[in-house]
C-alpha cells in the first residue's frame, strides 16, 4: 500500500515543492512504494523558477510541480495522508483542515530561501534542497508499514532534530 505525505508551506512555491519533488525523486530511485504532494495555505500559483532550477540541477524531474491549495487534500476520495508537514513557520500556524485518516503532523522549519537577496537566491534554494532531501531520505527509510502513529511520530520528530 502506497504511503502518502503532504508537505505544506504558505505559498507552494518553494520549500514545500522541493520537498516533494525530492522525496518523490528518492522513492523512485529507491523503489520504495511511496509519494509525496505539497500544497499551500494561499497558493502564489507558480513554482518559483529558483527552486525548479536547483531540482534540475540535481537530476529531478520538474514535470508535475505546481502550486496547489491544500484544500484539495481535505476532500473525501483523495490519498489518504500518513504524514503531514509542514516546512515554514507561517504554515504551521495557520488552522489546516482535518485531514482524512489522522495522518501524523510534524513542523521542519526553513527560512524562507526566496526572501535572499537575489544573488545569493540559487545558492540558497540549493542548500534548501540539499537539506530537504536529507530528510527526505531519511523518511523514506522508516518502515511505515510497520509503525503506528505514535512511533511514527516519535520517528518524524527525531528525523526533524537531526
Known sequence: MTTHVLVLCTHNSARSVLAEAMFNHWAQTLGIDAKAFSAGAA?????????????????VDTSALSSK?????????VP?????????????????PLWPGAPVRAHWSYPDPSEAPS??????????RQALAYRMLQLLQLP???LGNQ????????IAES
Open 144 to 146: 511505515f508499514d510497520k
Open 119 to 128: 544573488v545569493e537566491q540559487a545558492q540558497r534554494f540549493e542548500l534548501t
Open 80 to 96: 489518504e495522508m500518513r504524514v503531514v508537514i509542514t516546512v515554514c513557520d507561517s504554515a504551521a500556524a495557520q488552522p489546516c
Open 151 to 158: 512511533a511514527l511520530q516519535a520517528a518524524v520528530r527525531r
Open 69 to 77: 491549495s491544500m484544500d484539495r487534500f481535505a476532500h473525501p476520495g
Open 43 to 59: 497558493p502564489s500559483g507558480r513554482v518559483h523558477p529558483q527552486a525548479l532550477a536547483a531540482l534540475r540541477a540535481a537530476g
